[in-house]
DNA sequence: TTGTCAACCGATCAATCGGTAGATTATGAA
DNA sequence: TTCATAATCTACCGATTGATCGGTTGACAA
């Protein structure tokens, strides 16, 4: 019989994730998480011990997702052009479907915010940076792409995606896979006439 | 004889800057602020009606810098490809100059932070924006550029461009011309081997 | 029926917050 | 020196916050 545990605990970060995402992670009070799921607010501390908590339950889960659909990309494809393609892919569209946890991830954790778990979140972060560059490296070493700064790179290419959250509505006309491919197109061939070619 | 006031007033607002950037605008108290210029937090309401009025200069002044700097290069530069490419080098000049400014503008102006003048600094955000864009077009129109939706391209170089504030540290290497040279050189050509002219 | 424990609640607290009111001091002009 | 006022202070307030704790409810197993 599966407890209803498990279920609200997963209610509960949703409407974290949600809240933090609108109103931001300072602003959001336990009473609004708590009115969002129909308890009381003492109830949700039967389920964790912090707000923090919160906090890094939401973004432990956003770069596990980032990790683990990069690690598999990075086994299973071999050539490297493709590879870094699938990796932008894997990327846009896993923002797009978890819009919220993205959100807050990537504005809300601040060495402020995130308290005692700071090191431990910005070390996900830095392990999947790390697998981008390299993945950079890879195209570049086997002449795809033209010698250049793979950390520049890699932060433009971020930078590009991770902005979505600033403007990325699920409502709007381009799809995720869509919008991956106008990044793909610009990163590899850039916007100059006469270079329209993948 | 210059008044005080005005003196403090600066100090005010450049305290605020990087006290917003440092610990989020909600997490900053008065009293921080206050320690910071070795005031009583009750002073500072001798310069300001509230802790909002604080984020909304920030942002305009951001957003005045922004747009100031992007008309005067819009009306005396002719070129579009040169345009293009100096309103990318204002940018990033402005933005690693005034870090704090940028930083609080570009993650803690949200309609929860700005609460009565969200509306307003968001008009002067999409005000920019829009010059951008069309710097863009005008670019495309030229034969320059090659067919794509100007508003994406738009924000793949203000996500490049405002990332900066997640890495950027003026203790790095690269100057920001250089930085700003890295972008110009992948938006127009990509980072594909064999296409590395400007 | 009874006992157990998951799940939730009511009441409360200490701390912190933005903001106000009125008194006080510093400063430059007359 | 006197006076206006710029500039800052002390003291305080009401509201909100995250968090604690002991009690209550309800479903299921024995």
Redesign the interface.
């Known amino acids: 019989m599966e407890r209803k545990t498990n279920v609200t605990r997963e209610r509960l970060f949703e409407a974290s994730a949600r809240l933090f995402q ?6 959001a009070s336990m009473e609004d998480i708590a009115q969002a799921l129909g308890i009381r607010k003492s109830s949700i501390y039967y389920y964790i011990n912090s707000k923090e908590e919160l906090l890094r339950e939401i973004c432990i889960r956003t770069m596990g997702m980032l990790t683990k659909a990069a690690e598999g990309i990075i086994t299973s494809v071999s050539d490297p052009e493709e590879r870094l393609k699938r990796l932008i892919v894997s990327h846009v569209e896993l923002l797009c479907e978890n819009l919220d946890l993205f959100t807050v991830t990537l ?1 809300e954790l ?1 060495p ?2 995130a308290g005692p778990f700071w090191e431990e979140t910005v070390g996900l972060r830095d392990k999947y940076e790390g697998l981008i560059r390299q993945a950079i490296r890879d195209a570049r070493e086997a ?7 793979e950390k ?2 890699g ?2 290419l ?7 959250i600033r ?1 990325y509505s699920p409502n709007g006309e ?1 799809s995720p896979r869509e ?1 991956a491919q ?2 793909i197109e ?11 070619y993948v």
């Open positions: 609108e109103k931001g992670f300072k602003a504005r601040t402020t915010n002449g795809i792409l033209r010698e250049m700064d520049l790179a932060f433009a971020l930078g590009m995606m991770n902005w979505m403007w381009k919008l106008f990044w610009l990163f590899f061939n850039g916007a100059r006439k006469g270079k329209d």
